[in-house]
């Protein structure tokens, strides 16, 4: 649906729960996707949204609820009485009830989870026990597993009745007694199989799966490189205890992708919405990186202003500073930018680090080449110093080359103390080449001109 | 399989290669996933690409191919003979065989097209007729349709015999007589359904589906919305022509995340691997976005130049100027991150532009008060001139709203004019905020010595 009609959909629901129409309100939902449903739920004013989400059948009120974002899941949720929790708390799949009941105070998870059935409160007490982060909390526990010696009518007859209560049944696993996975029937194989084989005559063996602590970034990595619609998870003992689904992965891939852009836009990322956070918490984000680019660029001023000899001999030297610090900052921020984006999205592969950064170098100095003759030229023209000129020229090429070199190696040297090459951002290499920049440019100055 | 298993398997295929030792490297490949493979096999040297692949069996080589990176693909192409083209580029799928007859020379690509089987041959054609980066070209026309009156015993017995066609057979589409959409059957809706009744007695009337000149980030986006496992594509008369599959939706999202990264960071991007691009390219990749910051930078230059009176006049003022304009282009960088990545996922949703631009100017006054206290104090303590220091306060203030205010509303106005707002890139706002900061640094120093 385009946005103009989902608009339409949200402005028309008002309209119709302010007249108190609910008949035409629950009439009007029914063509509409469920995230349709629930995009215009969160638009409503508060005291309607309840109201609104009373309208839907049970089994849209589940999938509807899954949407939601979590601040209105949380509101929703107080209101709920006990017949609703049952309803829909308890049919939500383990995963995404994990995620509401982490954001949730503990008070209220306590109670929340003494009303689900026995059964589901084990499920999501098994995905809480698990890192964040990791393949553990957000697999589903509902998949289909069977045992080799079925046969494929056996195993259609016994999907028909597990249909209901699995997440999904594109892939079936295939387990020995001591439930330890031994292969992957997917559905298209079970339904083109002839019905008396068994399924381990028609088992895949060689089978992709990731650990409960394997991190969630990996886990979306493997999906994506096998082109699968889920991958198993087992524990410790190589026991099968759950699925991640790819549409799981697509949010994840994009999550760290944002959180990869903030890291080089220099704002803290926390997963959650940048837009629904209020300003104090938005300021707080962004002030810490801040003030430290603060703290060095004062190193920058510290070493203009112990030059100040310098330049009250040859004031217009000032001039090309911007030009000079600025460069450096973009040449940086380039190298740095396809660095940590390659290593994130292992497009590096192995091609490494030495390798890299040399390349990064002669890219530097080539770029400080074409950029130095350019600015040589522009500064004469301006300032009709050849000096001065000059020593901009040959401060740009020193420049780039330091700065290609920075931005290619900082976010290595980071990858191998274990911290996230992202950190080591575009705002931080344009700092630090800022400081050595200056200080290369004066000496350069002061060679030249033999101050 | 992991990194250093992978790193194992490349080596060891290389050594028994080396050896002549075939049936060894055949063993060695047996367990190992194609993704892999072609991984293994793009790390060779070129003489012997053609001799790995020649190991495996029919139905593995056109896996592996699919994998394999373009520059490979094309090279193993022209080693060919005309029965390895039958056997591997007429069963690829059509939309990855698409791609490969783009990136060929057309000579190549004539003489391949006529070794096809005419049916292939035609569906590579239709997928090439559509522009680029829409949903007609990544789409495959390989898809199940069926009429309504089908039972779903008739039609389990009809995917038995086109399964092996057909790409992905997860959703079986239902089609009228003029072959216009009229529902959508999952594979799951059909075993778990009992096998008397009618496709269009369980079908499902609300398809969510694309056109095929819809953009490949919209097509992305509505999987992703909708948690689909693929999207039907329809032509401008409303009739079925292709599918596209989540697994190509991924790659979609990592490029068009990858570009906005890349333009973020001031690289241009085109879609293909940075780290396999020559260095020339490398260089007119960058240079370009360089220049352009060059020349502003002058414009910053040129305005310091102008001020040299007042420069002469109190020296230190020149020592604050890479602080004021460092953090300037700081703030405006995380201001315009955070909103490009918000357009661009459509987290903004509907908050207009105004709300959002009057949110980060408020964010902004507030960092500029915050680091404007914090850089008097500094500013003080170094210098000792009370007017310098509060000089240099009272700029980071309006720096700081202007970096934010223009950080956030340039990406809106790009997009209203119908550019990518990720052009709107950091650097270039660092850049712009440069040229006004150093103007109020100088207008504020007036006004306080009263120069």
Chains 1, 2 share one sequence.
């Not at 708390?89 to 929340?112: I, N, T, Y």
């Not at 004031?315 to 396809?338: C, D, E």
């Not at 090459?421 to 030249?448: E, H, Q, R, W």
Request: glycine share 6%.
């Amino acid at each position: 649906m385009h946005s103009e009609l989902r608009q339409l959909v949200r402005s028309q629901l008002e309209l119709l729960l302010e007249r108190n129409n609910l008949v035409g309100a629950k009439a009007l939902l029914v063509p509409v996707q469920p995230v349709d449903i629930a995009e215009a739920i969160e638009g409503l004013p508060k005291s309607m949204q309840v109201i609104a989400f009373r309208l839907l059948s049970k089994a849209e009120a589940i999938e509807v609820y899954e949407y939601l974002d979590s601040t209105v899941q949380q509101s929703l949720i107080q209101e709920f009485k006990r017949q609703e929790v049952l309803d829909i708390v308890d049919k939500m799949s383990p995963d995404d009830r994990a995620k509401l009941l982490d954001e949730l105070p503990a008070k209220v998870v306590r109670r929340l989870l003494s009303q689900l059935s026995p059964q589901e409160r084990q499920s999501t007490a098994l995905l809480l026990g698990y890192e964040e982060n990791t393949a553990g909390r957000i697999m589903t526990p509902e998949y289909i597993s069977l045992k080799e010696n079925l046969t494929v009518r056996e195993t259609l007859e016994r999907i028909r009745t597990l249909a209901n209560t699995s997440e999904i049944i594109y892939y079936l696993y295939v387990t020995d007694t001591s439930r330890h996975l031994t292969g992957i029937v997917s559905l298209r194989d079970l339904v083109i199989a002839s019905p008396e084989k068994t399924l381990g005559e028609i088992l895949t063996r060689d089978v992709v799966f990731v650990h409960t602590d394997t991190d969630q970034e990996e886990v979306a990595r493997t999906i994506q490189r096998y082109d699968l619609l889920a991958v198993p998870v087992v524990d410790k003992e190589d026991r099968l205890v759950g699925v991640v689904t790819v549409d799981d992965v697509i949010d994840i891939l994009e999550q760290e992708a944002t959180e990869d852009i903030y890291a080089l836009g220099g704002v803290q990322s926390e997963g959650d919405n940048y837009f629904q956070t209020n300003l104090v918490t938005v300021a707080r984000r962004r002030v810490v990186w801040l003030f430290v680019l603060l703290l060095t660029n004062t190193v920058t001023g510290t070493i203009i202003r112990s030059q100040e000899a310098i330049l009250q001999q040859v004031v217009t030297l000032a001039a090309f500073i911007p030009l000079l610090t600025g460069t450096g900052g973009n040449v940086g921020a380039q190298s740095s930018t396809v660095i940590i984006r390659g290593l994130n999205t292992e497009d590096i592969k192995d091609m490494g680090a030495g390798k890299v950064i040399f390349r990064e170098a002669l890219a530097g100095i080539l770029l400080g080449l074409i950029l130095g003759m350019m600015a040589t030229v522009w500064a004469y023209w301006l300032q009709g110093n050849l000096f001065v000129a000059s020593i901009v020229g040959i401060t740009l090429v020193a420049i780039a080359l330091l700065a290609s070199v920075a931005g290619s190696a900082l976010p290595f040297l980071f990858r191998s103390l274990g911290l996230d090459p992202a950190l080591m951002s575009a705002p931080f290499i344009t700092t630090a080449v800022d400081v050595i920049g200056v200080l290369i440019y004066f000496n350069i100055a002061k060679l030249i001109l033999r101050l």
